[in-house]
Structures are given as C-alpha cells and as structure tokens.
C-alpha cells in the first residue's frame, strides 16, 4: 500500500535558524513527489515538484531534495511568515489520472 | 496569476440533505479532482474527472457522491444524503499539461 509518512509532526523555530522536514515513502513506482505549503483554513499552495532520485529545486528560503526512500524540505533562515504546515504527497504510475497520496503535515512555526 | 476558486466557502447543512459544492477549475486545464480533508487529518483524494468521465475514484466516493462538468467553466461535486462523518473541508484541484496540480481554498462543509 502506497504510504507517505512526515517528520516532526510540530517544528519550532526562531527565525533564521535553519531546519529539514522529512518525507519518508513507499510507493510501487513513483510518478512524482510533492510538496505543498497549507495556512489555516486555506488550500494546499503548490511548492515544488520532484521525479527523480538526485534531484533539487529552490524557491526562496525553500529547498526540495529526493532521494529512492525520502525528500527533504530543508528551510534556510527561515522568517515568521515561513509559518504554516507543510505537506509531502506522492503520485504513482499506477492509476491513469495520478491522485496525489498526502502526509499528515509537519506544522511549522516560526518565532521572531 | 490564474486560481481555482470554489463556492460556498462555508456550508452549513441538516443530515440527509444534498449539498453541491462548486468549483471554476483553471480555464485551460483538463483534468479535475476532488479532496477532503477531515479536521486535524490528512488530505485525501475522492476523485479525478477527465473528458467528461471520472477517470478514477477512491473507496470514500460512494454512491453518495456525484461529480458533473455543467459547462465548460464548472464542476461540481454533489453529496445526494449527508452525513455527519461527512463534515470536512472539500478541495477542489486542477491541472494542466504539466503534471501539478492547483488547489481551491475549499469549501468548509459543516453537517448538522
């Protein structure tokens, strides 16, 4: 069974120390990794798209990495309005229209 | 920037009433999806719609559920019988010819 598992559950931060959120998964065949920022009470927010092992991606203060077992959202100087919970979701081959298979979140919080 | 946009972005409906949740889906993209998210629980995925058919559907989707592009710019979701296990944020995505997909702000369905 596809499964995508997130740690911390809860991160805490004091801005400008730097961090990694993990996204641990198990998917027979992976199409793509995702990830997703959510603020409460709003839409998953498209971040990043991931297909291959090795592969990198950066916006801002953000910086998605895979690899065969995991990825990593590593948050470089993060700022207060980093603040919000951040989803990894995974999309296999199997299946023609590719639903999203989402983690529970880590919920990151920022302090000034 | 274009968006998907969804209303109502609050509803609030008696046990065994229908509800129909609307989404505008972004105007060139073909392949449509519906979300839940339970409070406090993980994003998950009901359905995907493409060429006027549902392409795939999860165990959630029963016959209680109903999806219909009207016209070109709609779609919608439709709840024929609610329950209370059916409270949750609904989300309404799309995406185009690239494999991401957009997500609405929701629709906070509250079942009484």
């Known amino acids: 069974e596809d499964q995508v598992t997130q740690s911390p559950e809860a991160l805490r931060l004091q801005e400008g120390e730097s961090s990694s959120l993990n996204c641990s998964y198990t998917?027979?065949?992976?199409?793509?990794l995702f990830w997703y920022r959510q603020d409460p009470g709003k839409g998953p927010e498209f971040l990043f798209t991931?297909?291959?092992a090795g592969e990198e991606k950066e916006k801002e203060r953000l910086k998605a990495t895979l690899t065969k077992k995991e990825s990593f959202l590593h948050i470089t100087a993060p700022k207060p309005e980093d603040s919000a919970t951040y989803l990894c979701a995974v999309q296999a081959w199997r299946g023609g229209y590719n639903k999203l298979i989402f983690g529970a979140g880590t919920r990151l919080a920022v302090h000034p | 920037e274009p968006e998907v946009t969804q209303t109502p972005s609050h509803q609030v409906t008696q046990m065994g009433q229908e509800v129909i949740l609307r989404c505008v889906p972004i105007s060139n993209h073909l392949y449509f999806y519906w979300y839940r998210q339970i409070l406090g629980q993980k994003v998950e995925f009901l359905v995907s719609?493409?060429?006027?058919?549902?392409?795939?559907k999860s165990e959630i989707f029963d016959d209680q559920f109903s999806v219909e592009r009207p016209d070109g710019s709609n779609f919608t979701l439709k709840i024929r019988s609610t329950k209370l296990e059916d409270s949750a944020m609904y989300f309404c995505?799309?995406?185009?010819?690239?494999?991401?997909?957009?997500f609405g702000p929701g629709t906070r369905l509250t079942v009484l």
């Open positions: 998917v027979s065949g992976l199409r793509g």
């Open positions: 995505a799309s995406r185009g010819g690239n494999n991401e997909q957009f």
């Open positions: 991931l297909y291959s």
């Open positions: 719609f493409y060429n006027n058919e549902i392409s795939e």
